[in-house]
């Protein structure tokens, strides 16, 4: 079974950055697609980041130019660094592996 925990999140000022994780157990991030979604208060779900098997990435226009994806084979664990932070970056930011789904983790940008 597959399961996902992210962490990393919470409160920056704007302009600020971000470095999100994404701990798996039960795959190899190293032998699948891992993506990064968030959802922010009253909007549907939006691809922020995708990193493949064969270490191609993929970022969302809101985040693109700003924003890296990476994954620590060592740790099992894919990381999104996300800088020069906005408000419109707040949201529940949550990894998926073949639609396996962590809980999130929050993010507020605020001053």
């Known amino acids: 079974q597959v399961q996902l925990v992210e962490s990393g999140g919470g409160l920056v000022q704007p302009g600020g950055s971000l470095r999100l994780s994404c701990a798996a157990s039960g795959r190899a991030v190293s032998s699948e697609n891992v993506q990064w979604y968030r959802q922010a208060p009253g909007k549907g779900r939006e691809l922020v980041a995708v990193i493949g098997h064969l270490g191609t990435t993929l970022y969302g226009d809101s985040v693109k130019g700003r924003s890296t994806i990476s994954r620590d084979n060592a740790t099992n664990t894919v990381h999104l660094q996300i800088n020069n932070l906005n408000p419109e970056d707040t949201a529940v930011y949550y990894c998926?592996?073949?639609?396996?789904w962590g809980r999130g983790t929050q993010v507020t940008v605020s001053s």
């Open positions: 998926d592996i073949n639609m396996y």
